[in-house]
């Protein structure tokens, strides 16, 4: 329940006014976030490739509302493909199509995605384009993504794939369409408030996609992402792997900036691919939002974090303020489900 209302709130204008305008969300932020400036994300990106690890730079931002930002959206991509150019990172490029004008108009939003790819694989050296990934937004643009791939294929635009999201019913069928194109896919569990007839409500039935559709991903697909966090599934990646028979370069594991740090090193130290999602820019907020609903837990940091600024934490316990924030958001959201229950009841 906590989870739902943190992504509400993650669509929200009103909250986000509120929350982004908070010193501590912004410092919060700064965990998951490489900083506001395309030279913050390159010197992150840096310190990830001292460590061995890979880089997906991503301009954050999504939902433009007007033309005039979406070609500003597009000016930056092709800042940064340059950027990874010239300083010789090792780093690719994800982008969310709704950034581009997806909710605008649909051929506006390809061409500027064109434009990104034109370039991405001019500065590429021989074979090696630059890769920008589509990300996979809410169920409602999941149709247009996948199409929006398959058309970029066919084409001749090979140096871009998407994301799968284990959550969704239909992503079985996407991902053969996708392994029929031999595009990248990052496989993800979903980070967005679906309804409940077209995803899995269940984690559990979440998880045990993932590994089915990762199973197949690491059996037929172009170079696949395995990217989340989960030690179960990730295990069960490496035994799946070794049984096999498939080498560790013919895939990678993609984890985000700020989380499991330890995990990212331990991996790229047995020899698997890890690249980190790096993102960047001052529109953090839904991303912020996402991440907290993701684990819940990390409102209690933000609790910390709040007590630690105020100085209050002679006298707090950060985990007890979490847990309050946790419950009364729960209470809130409960009671309003009540009202709202007793409302409809009253009308029938
Ligand atoms: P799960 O949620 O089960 O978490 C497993 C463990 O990981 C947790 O117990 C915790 O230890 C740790 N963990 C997970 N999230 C955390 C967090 N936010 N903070 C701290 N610890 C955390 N989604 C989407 O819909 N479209 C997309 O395009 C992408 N792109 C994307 C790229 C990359 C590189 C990654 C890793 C993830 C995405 N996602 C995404 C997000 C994805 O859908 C999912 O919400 C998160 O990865 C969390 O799910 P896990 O697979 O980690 O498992």
């Not at 090696?128 to 809410?138: A, H, K, N, T």
Request: proline share 3%; charged share 30%; net charge neutral.
């Amino acid at each position: 329940m906590l989870k739902e209302s943190l992504l509400k709130l993650s669509e929200s204008q009103a909250a986000k006014t509120v929350i982004t305008r908070t010193p501590v969300s912004r410092s919060f932020a700064q965990r998951f976030v490489a900083g506001d400036t395309l030279e913050d994300a390159i010197q992150a990106a840096r310190a990830l490739n001292d460590a061995g690890l890979g880089v997906s730079l991503d301009f954050l931002g999504e939902s433009v509302k007007s033309r005039d930002e979406a070609t500003a959206a597009t000016d930056m991509v092709i800042r940064i493909l340059e950027t990874i150019k010239r300083t010789g990172v090792n780093a690719n490029v994800s982008v969310k199509p709704t950034q581009f004008g997806l909710d605008l108009d649909e051929a506006f939003c390809r061409q500027n995605i064109e434009l990104v790819l034109q370039r991405a694989r001019e500065l590429g050296d021989g074979g090696g384009e630059i890769f920008v990934r589509l990300d996979m937004e809410s169920s409602v643009y999941t149709e247009r993504t996948v199409a929006l791939v398959e058309s970029l294929w066919a084409d001749g635009f090979h140096n871009t794939g998407t994301v799968l999201q284990s959550y969704l019913h239909r992503t079985p069928d996407d991902l053969e369409r996708m392994l029929a194109l031999g595009s990248r896919i990052r496989l993800v569990k979903g980070a967005y408030k679906e309804p409940g007839d077209i995803s899995y409500e269940d984690k559990a039935d979440t998880d045990r996609m993932y590994v089915q559709e990762m199973e197949r991903l690491l059996e037929a697909g172009t170079y696949p992402a395995i990217a989340t966090h989960d030690e179960a599934i990730i295990d069960q990646a490496r035994r799946f792997v070794w049984e096999k028979g498939i080498g560790k370069d013919s895939f990678e594991f993609q984890m985000l900036y700020g989380v499991r740090r330890d995990l990212q090193t331990r991996l790229r130290e047995e020899g698997y691919n890890v690249r980190v999602y790096v993102p960047f820019g001052d529109s953090w907020y839904p991303y912020l939002m996402r991440r907290l609903a993701e684990r819940p837990a990390n409102m209690f940091f933000m609790a910390g974090s709040i007590l630690k600024e105020s100085g209050a934490t002679r006298f707090f316990n950060p985990a007890a303020i979490g847990a309050g924030l946790a419950a009364g958001a729960a209470a809130t959201l409960l009671w309003k489900g009540r009202k709202r229950k007793s409302k409809k009841g009253r009308r029938r």
